[in-house]
């Protein structure tokens, strides 16, 4: 009886890792175009998005400013001006909003994150944080449905290395990858 329970654990563990992985894909995918030169962008202002998902942007960021439109890894990607700040919003192809990105400011960043950071990673200093905004179910490991969740990409480096580290909506700060 022990084995088939442990069995059973093993899994649901087996399910929540692919889940974790798949979701990780997902927003190393957003991740890697939003640190990404323009000239790896495909923007098109003759790119055909649906009406609907032109719909959902416009009722979601009313006062938007220079919007252009690109297709990332399936999703559509409205580029974008907001109250003199540039974004990027991610929407699926039925029009249902995925997250929003933009660049922020170091002390942008909560408090007790950037004391992590900085007692964590002493010998590096910041150099771009990406502050990614999620409210799907769909990455349900990233988000609880309904909800809008925060999360922050910041970028350190220091003589010898380049490396990137997430930091949570609980500000639990890890790793994510070196440059």
Known sequence: MLLKVDVCCEIKSHEKMKKTIVS?????????????????????????????????????????????????????????????????AYFDRTGKYVATSDYIKADALPTSSVVQLKNNYKDYRIDQVL????????????????????????????????????VSPDNAISYYKSF
């Open 24 to 88: 990780a894909l997902f927003v190393l995918a957003l991740i890697v175009n939003g640190f990404a030169t323009d000239k790896n962008k495909f923007v098109s202002k003759e790119l055909k998005v649906a009406s609907t998902v032109q719909n959902s942007f416009k009722a979601r960021y009313k006062n938007a400013q220079d919007v252009q439109w690109s297709e990332v890894d399936g999703y559509y990607k409205a580029s974008f001006t907001l109250d003199g700040l540039k974004k990027a």
């Open 131 to 166: 502050r990614y905004e999620v409210e799907s179910s769909d990455v349900n490991v990233l988000s609880d449905e309904g909800s809008v969740k925060t999360y922050y990409f910041v970028s350190l480096s220091n003589t010898e290395k380049h490396i990137a580290v997430k």
